[in-house]
């Protein structure tokens, strides 16, 4: 029996409400795990999140920056874990970046970007560059044919 393609997918914090429902569509469509940072594999927020969004948590305080080690660690392993990162990029976010550069460049996997930094030379060098989500879907589609994956 095939497997399903494992998908890590990258977003600023910002953009994790929206992301939260497109993974949901793309989950349903393509038949595919997705690995959303922001929320564990229940799609429930993880805690720090949480208390984020009632206004408990500032992004960046010092309980988050302690916690910091243990979130770059887990997403490290995340991507490890996945086949393929998609990536989000329509502005600037350091997270984003460094998970784009990790699963691209250091673990030579299939990273595709929806950005606006087109023709970038970091994000050539490390990424596919998408316009629209229909062309990552379609990406997606492709891979999983190609890589044989239900």
Known sequence: ??????????????LRHEIKEWAKELEEKLRVRIYN???????????????????????YSMEEKRKSEEIVERNLEAIRNCDVLIAVLPYPSIGTIMEI??????????????????GHPWLNTVARIYNTRKEVVNEIRRIREVMNYE
């Open 1 to 14: 029996m095939r497997r399903r393609l494992k998908i890590y997918l990258s977003h600023p914090l910002g």
């Open 37 to 59: 940072p922001f929320y564990d594999v229940r799609a429930r927020k993880r805690k720090g999140i949480a208390l984020f969004d009632r206004g408990k948590l500032r992004p």
């Open 101 to 118: 550069f990790y699963s691209g460049y250091v673990l030579q996997k299939p990273t595709l970007v929806l950005a606006y930094l087109k």
